[in-house]
């Protein structure tokens, strides 16, 4: 068996292996990759158990994307969900505390910095239904009066129906022209529980 020199390689010999090493991976061994990040803006979520049925709350960033009904119409896509958040993420314990407690009857409104994806007019159209005083209603109609677009009732229905944070942003205080309650995209018994809940609906 060879002996290893006892003072080890030579100057010459250390510089003539640097000038031979490869300056990439080996051939034949497996490649490195980068650790695996995952940007803080990037969509996650929270399901929450309430006396209404489950919920789920998105989130991208520092604002809040959606709040659904498990299972309702117009329910998001994975992808637009992401991946479940940590149990530590701020954010979403703060509105998963408010919305329990909101449905609890203890406390009236929200505090929570919002991020739905939109186009302007719905946009306009969700805006104004966060003016809708808790306890009360109105129409879509009177919504589209009030937006200046008198004979857009029908496009701010849609706009309502398409409204990505349930009751943070309360879409179930939208009645149809004659006050009846018309549909709800997490369910009329929904509407109806929440409309109790407000002081609209007599229990």
Not at 24 to 41: H, K, Q
Not at 98 to 127: I, S
Request: aromatic share 4%; glycine share 10%.
């Amino acid at each position: 068996m060879t002996q290893p020199h006892p003072f080890g390689p030579s100057a010459a010999d250390t510089s003539a292996l640097r000038r031979a090493a490869p300056s990439g991976p080996v051939a034949g061994s497996p490649a490195r990759s980068a650790p695996a990040t995952t940007s803080p803006n990037a969509p996650r979520h929270r399901r929450v158990a309430t006396a209404l049925g489950e919920y789920v709350i998105a989130a991208e960033g520092e604002g809040i994307t959606g709040l659904w009904r498990a299972r309702q119409s117009h329910y998001p896509r994975p992808e637009r969900l992401g991946r479940p958040a940590s149990p530590d993420d701020l954010l979403l314990t703060r509105a998963e505390e408010q919305l329990l407690a909101y449905l609890g009857g203890e406390r009236e409104d929200f505090a929570l910095p919002l991020a739905p994806r939109g186009t302007p007019f719905q946009h306009a159209v969700w805006d104004r239904l966060r003016e809708i005083p808790r306890g009360s209603t109105t129409t879509y109609g009177r919504i589209a009066h009030d937006l200046g677009r008198p004979r857009a009732a029908q496009a701010v229905g849609a706009a309502v129906g398409s409204n990505p944070i349930s009751i943070v942003v309360p879409c179930h205080r939208v009645l149809g022209t004659s006050g009846a309650i018309t549909g709800y995209a997490g369910g009329i018994e929904t509407k109806q529980a929440l409309l109790v809940l407000e002081g609209a609906l007599p229990a």
